[in-house]
């Protein structure tokens, strides 16, 4: 009796449909046994990675300790030579002779290659890359080309995971994440440094995002290739620099002025190091001969400066800066271009050991110039320069931590922080995904904002900054993600109670699962895609699941029909439609609100203060689900609803404004309604009073009582900040969502009539480009044709079938 009710509550809780809509089970007892379930399954899942990061630190520790070996044996041989320099070309030959004709896929300077392969092809990674990388990464170094060996350590470790992950038949998340252990284990297996390693692997996919569900792995497989490297005679970088840290204000603001400096150092060794590769892609002549040019560029420089400083890894440099010996202030100048010159010209290896000997060497001659403590400056030099070139300030204080100790790290992580953000969206690995901006300011030219050089363009764009760009703050100030007593109640919710009264709902029994039949309510001339390719709805669903596992990117566009299921009206619902009960003339136009802005703004404050009653629906939440299946999952709403905001997707794009964002007419300010500034509370004072009439309103009573909340600043009317019929469409996310349709390989239409442009121009734009179409609607839609596979059914249901 006992089991059989247990087997009845494992049916509830894995199958959300058979839940008994006023069954006798206990709710709390299902609560316990799935809580005991899920809890088990994240204890297994738990341990499963801590087994799975130490082979990965194993697998990748030795490959690793066996490059570092022979790196530091050819080293120690050929730097005793004298003239040994003139070596440069026949490594910077051998190496590009090696990579193009044997292993393309080992070019570049290894980490780089790694985040590409783990963002676009699910962290595969050719296993001729590690043998190849190997042979030319100590060609170029121990012949004296200028780069650094963590770069071909974290490739060569991501390589030999890729392999190994394809040997136990891996799934594709589990896959990436193993492979980034190949990053960290590198990372660490070089510099000694297991915490950073990790954080590194963690942060150095994408830029304002770190990578919580990575940090386990990444730092079991970082400390297992440390004991393995060291077990194996790798020495690791070891330095004595600590500060005892001082409270002085004075001492803060110097970190803030340095880290200023080194921001803009690094913005021009980025810009260097592109700028060459430019130009040597530029160059017609064979690689060969360009890896020759390189390599005679390299001897110039020696001959130039008469030292060797600036070529090979330059360890024993920075080794000697940080124990306080003066350099001079040309260094890191110079090492600049014989990194960006091996680079280019073929040669391989990493780019954080050049990294660590510019910041290294700007620090020393920094603190030179002021007086200051030159070890403490040319520690902190290093780490604020990796943090701004690589966009990994947390990853940078834990190696100063590390490397430094507290002291030193301390300071040198606020010198981090700034010169992070100075460096603005650019980075030496430009793989790296941009998921939080810096600012807004930092990609003008991006978002094709017209600066004009003149006195009043350049004071408008100033203005624009002291003002607040309007666009940025609208995003920032967006909700992001469900709460997780929110996830919690919504998930269970959805398992018990499958059918909420009250709300519309287009459940999949309404649709039949024989493949012949045909619609009565389908349209002549639209023949729907169930028909046209005699798929169950089953089949379907596992069609569509298919595309999402193997798409990277995806582009969804949605409409009112996926808020429906939340209890909001659609526009177009012939009965109970917003337009079949009001005329979009009368309240959705600008000269609607110039005539009487009253009413306009009581039907938005109606719809708004319906808005705030309801949570988002299984439609929204399952595409929040989907970004746990590819790269990226952007959503282009027509809705204004705020509810895919609300529901935690990372990427929105409201092209029709949002409802619960109020701006002034003139342009001057605007509000979102959770932002806690005096003005935009008592603006929205104005607006519940506005809200308490527009019920009024709804019941056809008078509303033209209402007050209108007027603009703080200038006085003029306030406005619900969506696009009326007639008014243009936000550039920035308009352009955003053309770019996504034009780049994603899978393309979602959900809830939307597809009536409206520019919005239905989206699918049509992915579809033409050969891209799966994927339309889910009750309804046929004219999209349907176009479509690759259209299913009707409500997007809740269908959604959730899929994710
Ligand atoms: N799941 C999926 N789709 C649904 C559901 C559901 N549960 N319920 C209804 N739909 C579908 C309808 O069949 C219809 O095709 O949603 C669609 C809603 O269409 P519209 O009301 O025209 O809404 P939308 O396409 O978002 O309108 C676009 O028109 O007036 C403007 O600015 C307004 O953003 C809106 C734009």
């Known amino acids: 009796m006992k089991a059989c009710r247990i087997e009845q509550s494992i049916r509830i809780l894995l199958s959300p449909m058979e839940a008994p809509a006023n069954g006798n089970n206990s709710v709390s007892g299902i609560k316990g046994l799935r809580f005991l379930v899920i809890q088990t399954l994240v204890t297994l899942t738990t341990l499963k990675w801590v087994l799975l990061s130490t082979i990965a630190g194993i697998i990748v520790g030795i490959p ?11 080293i120690d041989i050929v730097y005793e030579m004298p003239f040994f320099y003139l070596l440069i070309p026949v490594g910077l030959v051998t190496s590009y002779l090696l990579v193009s004709r044997l292993a393309p896929d080992a070019k570049g300077h290894g980490t780089e290659q790694v985040i590409d392969a783990i963002h676009h092809r699910d962290g595969t990674i050719d296993l001729k890359v590690v043998p190849v990388k190997m042979v030319a990464t100590l060609v170029t170094l121990i ?183 003066p350099y001079r202030g040309i260094a890191p100048f110079f090492k600049m271009v014989t990194t960006s010159v091996t680079l280019s010209a073929g040669g391989s290896g990493g780019i954080l050991t050049p990294v660590f000997f510019i910041g290294t060497m700007a620090g020393n001659f920094w603190a030179q110039i002021f007086s200051l403590d030159i070890a403490v400056y040319s520690a902190i030099g290093m780490i604020a320069f990796l943090a701004a070139t690589t966009n990994t300030p947390i990853a940078s204080a834990f190696m100063a931590f590390e490397l430094f100790g507290l002291g030193t790290g301390s300071w040198a992580a606020i010198a981090a922080a700034v010169s992070y953000l100075i460096v603005g969206h650019l980075s030496v690995f430009p793989s790296q ?18 600066i004009h050089l003149s006195m009043s363009g350049i004071r408008r764009v100033f203005s624009a900054f002291f003002r607040g760009y309007r666009d940025e703050r ?74 999402v596992d193997s798409a990277s990117r995806i582009c969804v566009l949605t ?20 337009w079949a ?52 999952v952007t959503v282009v709403t027509q809705n204004v609803d705020g509810l895919h905001h609300r529901a935690g997707s990372s990427h929105v794009l409201d092209i029709h404004g949002n409802l619960l964002r109020v701006r002034c007419t003139n342009g001057c300010v605007a509000f979102h309604r959770n932002e806690k500034t005096p003005e935009a509370l008592a603006a929205f004072e104005g607006d519940m009073a506005a809200g308490f009439a527009a019920e009024a309103a709804e019941r056809d009573e008078d509303f033209n009582e209402i007050e209108v909340p007027k603009c703080p600043r200038c006085g003029e009317n306030l406005r619900p900040d969506v696009i009326w ?34 919005a239905s121009s989206l ?27 259209s299913i009707r059914g409500g997007a809740g249901d269908v959604l959730s079938r899929v994710l």
Not at 433 to 450: R, S
Not at 582 to 611: G, M
Not at 727 to 751: H, V, Y
């Open 725 to 758: 019929f007639g008014e243009m469409l936000p550039t920035t996310r308009l352009e955003a969502a053309f770019a996504e349709a034009e780049r994603c390989d899978l393309f979602f239409s959900i809830g939307t009539s597809a009536q409206v442009q520019p």
């Open 433 to 450: 995904i941009i998921y939080q901006k810096k600012t807004f300011f930092a990609d003008l030219e991006v978002h094709d904002v017209p």
């Open 474 to 547: 609208d995003e920032a100030m967006t909700p992001g993600g469900v709460s997780i007593a929110e996830n919690e109640r919504h998930r269970f919710d959805e398992q018990v109670k499958p059918h909420t009264p009250g709300r519309t709902y287009y459940p999949l029994s309404t649709v039949p699962h024989t493949p012949t039949r045909t619609y009565a309510d389908v349209p002549e001339g639209v023949e729907s895609m169930e028909e046209k390719h005699r798929l169950t709805m089953q089949e379907q669903v596992d069609k569509v699941r298919e595309y």
């Open 64 to 74: 690793t300790a066996i490059f570092l070996r022979l790196l530091d044996g050819g």
């Open 143 to 325: 012949l004296g080309g200028s780069a650094g060996k963590e770069g071909p350590s974290a490739q060569i470790g991501a390589g030999v995971a890729s392999g190994f992950a394809r040997l136990i038949h891996m799934n594709k998340l589990d896959k990436q994440r193993f492979v980034l252990c190949g990053i960290s284990a590198g990372f660490s297996g070089v510099f000694g440094t297991p915490i950073a390693g990790a954080i590194f692997a963690s942060e150095v996919l994408s830029i304002g995002r770190f990578h919580y569900n990575r940090l386990l792995p990444a730092l079991i497989a970082s400390f297992v290739s440390l004991f393995i490297t060291s077990t194996l005679g790798v020495r690791h970088l070891s330095f004595a620099v600590d500060y005892t840290i001082s409270t002085e204000v004075v001492v803060l603001f110097q970190m803030v002025g340095f880290g200023l400096a080194i921001g803009m150092l690094a913005v021009l060794f980025i810009f260097v190091l592109t700028r060459t590769e430019h130009l040597f892609e530029r160059i017609s002549l064979p690689g060969g001969v360009k890896a020759l040019v390189g390599g005679l560029i390299l001897i110039a420089v020696v001959l130039v400066t008469g030292t060797t400083n600036y070529i090979g890894l330059g360890m024993e440099l920075i080794d000697l800066a940080l124990d306080g010996e």
């Open 559 to 578: 409409g009112a029909g996926i808020s429906a299921e939340c209890g909001i009206p659609t526009f177009r619902d012939a009965q109970t439609g917003y």
């Open 763 to 789: 699918p049509r734009i992915a579809a033409d480009r050969g891209v799966p179409l994927i339309e889910i609607n009750p309804e046929p839609t004219p999209l349907t044709d176009r479509a690759t596979i």
């Open 581 to 632: 009960r009001f005329d979009p003339a009368e309240i959705a136009t600008p000269e609607a609100f110039k005539e009487n802005p009253a009413r306009v703004w009581s039907w938005y404050a109606a719809r708004r203060q319906a808005l705030l009653r309801v949570d988002p629906g299984p439609g929204h939440l399952a595409l929040v689900r989907m970004e746990g299946f590819a790269d990226r």
